[in-house]
């Protein structure tokens, strides 16, 4: 079943075309990777779907419904959720009202419960409380639940972002550039987590990354963007020994 | 109900009839001077409006500086409810807090588009705004003010000011606080994680102003006459320096900030103009050595009192 498709997308800053007639499909339970060079448009690309960007033109079918001009907010409440290249958690806060906030949508006492103390209040928060903290197990942070984010180890606040992307109980995860930082172990660990919450939580995942050892290792399909177009996809054997992709990567063979 | 028995509740609650008891006897036999007696009500005032200002910009991060503004809507609604068209004082008050919130609203919706200063501009504007167009209502007396008669007890800024308090604080403590803070800590992850920022910066807003609205109800029933001018810019900034001053962010840092310039301006109301020249090297201290202000975004806690669960 296609869980997402996106027709024609593009997007132009003025005169620059930074993505220009995207066309991609995703089923659901899919791993898919999305690289290209730098600057090929791949963040812009996560900004369109995200609905950070509104789109020049162009569709993005997720779950049979046309979420393209959506505002972020109602894009993550339709059940896309997603990570940010450099990263952007709630750094002051601690690492459990990080993943708390991301409860929000999912929360049901009004405003109006909060202020009285209803019932309805200390059941709500007894939930994302403990929730959270399942969550924050899973990713193996329960015992820095109430640490300050910024101070967590690069690795971990990575993780965190991951966890609280997921706690916004999403069909469609958007990873962007999950491993940047990592080392080799770290980025190992990063991979056998992807394929886990995959499996665990149901997902669909779409990634950029850099790291071709991660993407290779753990994708199953393969999109290559250059200059805001696609230029093959496949599998990672395939996407090996395109000419095409060596060529946006390598630049043109010399004989 | 069992959850709000505690021992940390009812020692807050012990010692909050402990201040209201002593000044209320002290006001009945008359033991206390007419001056302490003004002060301790204008610091309940200022707590109303430090707190919800701290709600707009300490924990919403709105940097918003026309407060004074939402306390004038709320002076002048409620005592024309009083005073013209002789209703109930506690009519009046809901009614200023009331309109002062509506008014927030308007407001909120298209200047909360703008971030950081530009923010800071409009709002300082639109406070101005706000008085001028008191200024220039003959019906509410113009610049020569507005004479209402004194109704306001200690009973009532006492127990008005906790219950405001109180409002803003389980607000804060809930997933709409939350998502408020989320929105100070990064906007773009906030929308990320499905909050929607534009609400919930109106409702911040609109909460703040409605306070603001009651505070100001409550200063106009006590003070005998409203001016315009009382409502100047520098009223706004009186109340943001108390925030700041107490931490942007910490309910607890407004309420010390709002106690601690009421007194100095006490304490120095006779030498009056050293005052502003005082407070403003508090200031220039404060923000060299604690530039987070007294708290940070830390809270004072009594959870110590709680035992280990519960």
């Given at each position: 079943?296609?869980?997402?498709?996106?027709?024609?997308?593009?997007?132009?800053f003025?005169?620059?075309?930074?993505?220009?007639?995207l066309n991609m499909?995703i089923?659901?339970?899919e791993?898919i990777?999305?690289i290209?060079?730098?600057?090929?448009?791949?963040?812009?690309?996560?900004?369109?779907?995200?609905?950070?960007?509104?789109?020049?033109?162009?569709k993005?079918i997720?779950?049979?419904?046309?979420?393209?001009?959506?505002k972020p907010y109602?894009?993550t409440?339709?059940g896309?959720?997603?990570?940010?290249?450099n990263i952007?958690l709630?750094?002051d806060?601690?690492?459990?009202?990080?993943?708390?906030?991301?409860?929000h949508?999912?929360t049901?006492?009004?405003?109006?419960?909060?202020?009285l103390r209803?019932?309805?209040?200390?059941?709500?928060?007894?939930?994302?409380e403990?929730?959270a903290?399942?969550?924050?197990k899973?990713?193996?942070?329960e015992?820095?639940?109430?640490?300050?984010?910024?101070?967590l180890p690069?690795?971990?606040?990575?993780?965190l972002?991951?966890?609280?992307a997921l706690a916004?109980?999403?069909?469609?995860?958007?990873?962007?550039?999950p491993?940047?930082?990592?080392?080799?172990?770290?980025?190992?660990?990063?991979?056998?987590?992807?394929?886990?919450?995959?499996?665990?939580f149901?997902?669909?995942?779409?990634l950029i990354?850099?790291?071709m050892?991660?993407?290779?290792?753990v994708c199953?399909?393969i999109?290559v963007l250059?200059?805001g177009?696609i230029?093959?996809h496949?599998?990672?054997?395939?996407?090996?020994?395109?000419?095409?992709?060596?060529?946006a990567?390598?630049?043109?063979?010399?004989v | 109900m069992?959850?709000?028995i505690n021992?940390?509740?009812i020692?807050?609650?012990?010692?909050?009839?402990?201040i209201?008891?002593l000044?209320?006897?002290?006001?009945?036999?008359?033991?206390?001077p007419p001056f302490?007696?003004?002060?301790l009500?204008l610091?309940?005032?200022?707590?109303?409006?430090?707190?919800?200002?701290?709600l707009i910009?300490g924990?919403?991060?709105?940097f918003?500086?026309?407060?004074?503004?939402?306390?004038?809507i709320g002076?002048?609604?409620?005592?024309?409810?009083?005073?013209?068209?002789?209703?109930p004082l506690?009519?009046?008050?809901?009614?200023?807090?009331i309109?002062?919130?509506?008014?927030?609203f308007l407001?909120?919706?298209?200047?909360?588009?703008?971030?950081?200063?530009?923010?800071?501009?409009?709002?300082?504007?639109?406070?101005?705004?706000?008085?001028i167009i008191?200024?220039n209502?003959e019906?509410?007396?113009?610049a020569?003010?507005f004479?209402?008669?004194?109704?306001?007890?200690?009973?009532?800024a006492?127990?008005?000011?906790?219950?405001s308090?109180?409002?803003?604080?389980?607000?804060?403590?809930?997933?709409?606080?939350?998502?408020?803070?989320?929105?100070?800590?990064?906007?773009?992850?906030a929308?990320?994680?499905?909050?929607?920022?534009?609400?919930?910066?109106?409702?911040?807003?609109?909460?703040g102003?409605?306070?603001?609205?009651?505070?100001?109800g409550?200063?106009?029933?006590?003070?005998?006459?409203?001016q315009?001018?009382t409502?100047?810019f520098l009223?706004s900034?009186?109340?943001?320096v108390?925030?700041?001053?107490?931490?942007?962010?910490?309910?607890t840092?407004s309420i010390?900030?709002?106690?601690?310039m009421t007194?100095?301006?006490?304490?120095?109301?006779?030498l009056?103009?050293?005052r502003?020249v005082?407070?403003?090297?508090?200031?220039v201290v404060?923000?060299?050595?604690?530039?987070?202000g007294?708290?940070?975004?830390?809270?004072?806690?009594?959870?110590?009192?709680?035992?280990?669960?519960?």
């Open positions: 079943m296609t869980l997402l498709k996106v027709e024609n997308l593009s997007k132009s003025g005169g620059l075309k930074a993505v220009s007639n499909e089923s659901q339970g791993l990777g999305l290209g060079p730098n600057g090929a448009g791949k963040t812009t690309a996560f900004n369109l779907l995200t609905g950070v960007y509104e789109p020049s033109e162009g993005i997720f779950q049979d419904k046309n979420v393209a001009g959506l109602q894009v409440q339709k896309m959720a997603r990570t940010f290249q952007r709630f750094a806060l601690t690492v459990i009202d990080n993943v708390k906030i991301a409860y949508q999912n049901t006492y009004s405003s109006f419960g909060a202020i209803l019932p309805s209040y200390y059941r709500g928060e007894q939930e994302i403990e929730k903290m399942q969550l924050l899973i990713f193996k942070l015992d820095k639940a109430q640490e300050v984010a910024k101070n690069y690795g971990e606040q990575r993780r972002e991951i966890a609280r916004t109980q999403p069909k469609l995860l958007l990873l962007d550039e491993a940047a930082g990592m080392n080799p172990q770290e980025t190992h660990d990063l991979m056998e987590l992807i394929r886990w919450i995959r499996k665990e149901e997902l669909t995942i779409l990354e850099h790291d050892s991660l993407v290779m290792g199953e399909r999109y250059d200059y177009t230029i093959a496949g599998t990672p054997a395939e996407i090996k020994s395109n000419p095409k992709v060596i060529e990567y390598l630049g043109e063979e010399v | 069992s959850r709000w021992s940390k509740n020692f807050i609650l012990i010692a909050l009839l402990a209201y008891g000044v209320q006897g002290m006001t009945l036999t008359d033991t206390l302490y007696r003004l002060n009500i610091i309940c005032i200022y707590i109303i409006l430090a707190t919800s200002l701290n910009n924990i919403t991060g709105q918003s500086i026309g407060h004074a503004g939402f306390m004038a002076a002048y609604i409620s005592a024309i409810i009083t005073v013209k068209l002789h209703g506690l009519l009046g008050l809901i009614a200023g807090a309109v002062s919130a509506i008014a927030g407001i909120g919706l298209p200047t909360l588009r703008l971030k950081g200063d530009y923010l800071a501009i409009a709002t300082l504007g639109l406070g101005e705004i706000v008085r008191f200024l209502i019906y509410v007396g113009g020569s003010g004479s209402v008669p004194k109704t306001i007890t200690w009973t009532w006492f127990w008005l000011m906790v219950i308090v109180l409002v803003i604080r389980n607000f804060i403590n809930s997933t709409h606080g939350r998502a408020c803070i989320s929105i100070r800590e990064n906007e773009i992850a929308e990320a994680m499905g909050i929607n920022t534009t609400k919930y910066k109106v409702l911040a807003f609109t909460i102003a409605f306070f603001a609205g009651l505070a100001g409550i200063y106009a029933n006590y003070m005998y006459i409203i315009p001018m409502f100047s009223k900034f009186d109340i943001l108390m925030v700041v001053l107490g931490g942007l962010g910490s309910l840092g010390l900030g709002a106690i601690f007194t100095i301006g006490a304490v120095l109301a006779s009056s103009e050293w502003l005082i407070t403003a090297l508090l200031l404060m923000m060299l050595f604690r530039p987070t007294l708290m940070g975004t830390k809270e004072f806690s009594l959870n110590f009192l709680k035992g280990k669960k519960g």
